[in-house]
């Protein structure tokens, strides 16, 4: 995707840097457009943990960047003292944030990969490659997701000649969510640029806002027509029939169809179903958990600072370019900061992955991914 007209991943290495990557610091957005270039597993872990990077595909791209640095810096160990010191960094990075499937899944590829060479050296080069195969995938996979999801919006226009087709969409499952062209995006994205008119809704996603701080950002770099509302308008939206189509993302998706997703999805969910609204999950196949059946009782949620709730920060000037961070809850009392809720697969209309448009359950999920039948 492009920043001010100039082509970007959120994650990507030089042609000449060594044991380094760089990242676009998504803590800065949409007011300042800032790259980190991360050198230490330290400052990976950090980065993923305190939010500088977030989304599903791009905690997953990161971390196996991070796997590279992690052999890089055990290169100088040798033998068994090489793998326990990588072990022991996997374990650290893989402790940054529970929910995210795509973290381990790129931990633990990376892991094989490394300790399958025949020497400590090639296992930090081929951390490199493995590292570059993992972004490079998931940017075409979501690119496919675009292809497989814009038949679905072609559809909606098709029977509402006319007028834009309005998509809601919540949190941020962007490009910025990925290496590239976002899974919930990626069919809005590809059916703006066929020419079909499209309207999104875009739920500023408390308390962080990503919705109003990065789906806003993205579609108005894309030129993509929206409005931003307040989490809790999207019923409303719904009952009066201004919404044609619900598209999230998900940061785990369990193989009988059960969905985490950014805390507030699931209410989405209920107006939808309420409402005769089809609901739409947007996934790459490396945000299945191909271990977990029951995602309500099985997936973990991450609980997060307080703090993130309890303060807020924006521009105090929208002429200026510094925040100005600010408390909005009454001083002692005690905040819950929930960052996920399971939505379950009888709400989600189906799901959009690289290989195709599925329904929600067991059958389906693997008659599309046969290789992962027990």
Known sequence: ???????????????????????????????????????????????????????????????????????FESEKSAGKIFEEELRQKADFLASTRPTAVNLQWAISRQLDEILSQDSISDGAKKARSVAQQIADEDAEWCNR??????????????????????ILTHCNAGWLAFVDHGSATAPIYAAHDAGIPVHVWVDETRPRNQGARLTAWELNQHGVPH?????????????????????????????????????????????????????????????????????????????????????????SDRSGDRETEVAIVSPGSEVANYAFDVTPSRLVTGLITERGVCDANETSILNLFPEHKK
């Not at 997701?145 to 007028?163: V, Y």
């Open 1 to 71: 995707m492009k920043v001010n007209g100039r082509p970007y991943r959120t994650v990507w290495m030089d042609d000449e840097s060594t044991g380094e990557f760089k990242i676009i610091d998504q803590r800065w957005l949409p007011f300042r457009f800032e790259v980190e270039t991360i050198r230490t597993t330290e400052e990976a872990a950090a980065a993923i943990k305190d939010m500088h990077v977030r989304g599903a595909g791009c905690i997953g791209a990161v971390a196996a960047h991070a796997m590279y640095i992690a052999a």
């Open 145 to 166: 997701i675009g292809q497989h999801g814009k038949p679905i919006i072609e559809d909606l226009a098709k029977k509402n000649p006319g007028r834009p087709i309005n």
């Open 227 to 315: 409005t931003v509302i307040v989490d809790n308008t999207g019923g409303h939206l719904m009952q009066n029939g201004m919404v044609d189509l619900v598209i999230t993302g998900t940061d785990r998706t369990t193989y009988t169809g059960d969905v985490a997703n950014k805390i507030g999805t699931y209410l989405k969910a209920l107006a939808a179903k309420d409402n005769e609204v089809p609901f739409y999950v947007a996934l790459p196949s490396s945000t299945f958990d191909w271990q977990i059946r029951d995602g309500v009782k099985e997936i973990p949620i991450e609980k997060r600072d307080g703090d993130e709730v309890s303060m807020m920060s924006g521009l």
